[in-house]
């Protein structure tokens, strides 16, 4: 209680310095968050941040996975004109701090006490040299299958849990003429597909392949096996699934066109935009083989150097909004995501944002926790730009076998680093 006090009342102090020394400027933020969930979850952001009288000005660059936003970010700090605030993900983030881009916010961080809350997965990316750099807004995971509820029902009714029990329903869903699997050809849409595949077949395995990077795993026979049955998923997309965007797949399986989708939760913020409820409209499931470990990315907002009390005084504000509780929980529920701070209550979450966070805590603390290879928080842009040119040519037919996609994807990653 004493502590929460103190805790309140330097929040206090803060805000009221913040008041006496500068009045906040507008923010203006980079983000990707343009499909129909995105931009609702989006929203709440903005109203949040407009009840503390923070002007918001949009700067949206489309393209999920964020590449086209981080090419846009890139000209606008090589033009001395950086935005306020960027959307970032993992290892992006610590590349921007390593040129000195970024600005502090270790008073924010310590006035309200980030360190005990934000868990230390999190942190390893927010914080630089021991310095607080960036806000998490929420922690997605990528080891998601969402299904359509009627799809399956039709397809015998019960949810897979191993790879041929999957392979059973898509073959079951492919009988009764849906497209069983609903994909955007897109190489970070590929990718993520493959986060769950090969941490289906093990949480071991994707560690040494993807975060140690060691050159027996990427090459090897496991890997092998992984890019054989990407390839066997291949045969389950559509004719137009070349470059569909995301929220065009899960439309697909929204409207039982297609049977399931493998993607991250912000695919949930699609359901939900559409009126469908998780249980009765769509069924979310671990990849499956995947049960009990997560490959997580966190959305953070990174606060780029930038002068003029006004505007610093206004990424303190903006951080300081993204990691109250409430904000945590309402932002979230929409986003499909879960919190950033581990003391958010489940009540307002739906039963896959309960599974959600469940299974992150587990994950947590059975060491089973991944930082998601696909999106930016397992290596480098260099080496998850290597792997994503790998698995695209596998996805898209390119190499006899899996084998040789394993032997191209251990020559890769080793000429990336
Ligand atoms: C981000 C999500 C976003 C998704 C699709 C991911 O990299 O973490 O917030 O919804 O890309 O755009």
Known sequence: M??????????????????????????????????????????????????????????????????????????????????????MLG?????????????????VAAAEGWDAVIPEALQRFSKYDGHWIAAPVNVHSTNWVWIN???????????????????????????????????????????????????????????AAFIDLDPAALGGEQMAEAFNRLMKLRTYVDDNFSGRDWNLASAMVINGE??????????????????????????????????????????????????????????????????SPTFQSAFNV?????????DVSNEAFDDCGKKGMADLAEAAGSGKLMGSMAHGHAAPAAVKNATYDVITAAFNGEYADGAAAAAALAEAVAAAQ
């Open 334 to 342: 929409v986003k499909g995501s879960v919190p950033a701070r581990t």
């Open 91 to 107: 290892f992006d983030i610590q590349d921007w701090a390593a040129e000195g881009a970024l600005g502090n916010l270790d008073d």
């Open 258 to 323: 297609a049977g399931m989708q493998m993607m991250g939760d912000w695919a949930k913020g699609e359901f939900l935009k559409a009126g469908k409820v998780p249980g009765a409209d769509f069924v979310c499931i671990r990849f499956p083989g995947s049960q009990g470990a997560v490959t997580f990315n966190s959305d953070q907002f990174a606060m780029f150097n930038v002068t003029g009390d006004d505007k610093i005084a206004a990424q303190k504000a903006m951080a300081s909004a993204i990691e």
């Open 2 to 87: 004493k502590s929460m006090m103190k805790g309140f009342a330097s929040a206090m102090a803060l805000t009221v310095g913040l008041t006496a020394h500068a009045q906040a400027a507008d923010v203006e933020v980079l983000h990707w968050w343009t499909s129909g969930g995105e931009a609702a979850a989006l929203n709440v952001l903005k109203e949040d941040l407009a009840t503390k009288s923070i002007g918001w000005v949009d700067m949206p660059v489309a393209g999920g996975g964020g590449e086209a936003a981080m090419t846009a970010l890139r000209a606008r700090v090589t033009a001395g004109d950086p935005p306020t605030a960027v959307q």
């Open 149 to 207: 509820k009627a799809a399956l029902d039709a397809a015998g009714g019960k949810a897979p849990e191993t790879w041929e029990e999957l392979v059973a329903v898509l073959d079951a869903m492919k009988a009764n003429g849906i497209t069983p699997l609903g994909h955007g050809g897109q190489p970070w849409q590929d990718a993520t597909v493959f986060d769950g595949i090969v941490l289906g077949m093990g949480t071991d395995f994707y560690k």
